[in-house]
């Protein structure tokens, strides 16, 4: 049984979803959001803050290492053609 940890985040919100397969299947074990404060001006806070909530969230469900998927956004990309 493989387990995974989906991770998306925008300007004011992140999101997770917790999963497992089971042969065919896909069973979601959690999801949740929550809003992303202000970095208050301190380089790192706001990614400190995400990196807390989501340690928090999966200590709350008991659930060690998984794969971890990341969703991110087109416009934080930058992509240069060789």
Same mark, same amino acid.
Not at 16 to 24: K, N, P, W
Not at 27 to 34: P, W
Not at 42 to 47: K, T
């Given at each position: 049984?493989?387990?995974?940890? *989906? ?5 004011? #919100?992140?999101?997770?979803?917790? *999963?497992s397969?089971? $042969? ?10 929550? !809003?992303?404060?202000?970095?208050? +001006? %301190?380089? $790192?806070?706001?990614? !400190? !803050?995400? $990196?807390?909530? @989501?340690?928090? %969230? @999966? !200590?709350?469900?008991?659930? +060690?290492?998984? #794969? ?7 416009a934080?990309? #930058?992509?240069?053609?060789?």
């Amino acid at each position: 049984m493989a387990r995974f940890l *989906a991770v998306d985040w925008d300007q004011s #919100e992140v999101r997770y979803v917790l *999963a497992s397969t089971r $042969g065919q299947g896909l069973d979601v074990v959690a999801a949740a959001s929550t !809003a992303i404060g202000s970095d208050n +001006g %301190e380089p $790192g806070a706001r990614a !400190a !803050a995400i $990196g807390q909530w @989501l340690h928090d %969230e @999966l !200590a709350r469900h008991k659930w +060690g290492r998984t #794969e971890t998927l990341v969703g991110l956004d087109r416009a934080t990309l #930058e992509i240069l053609h060789l």
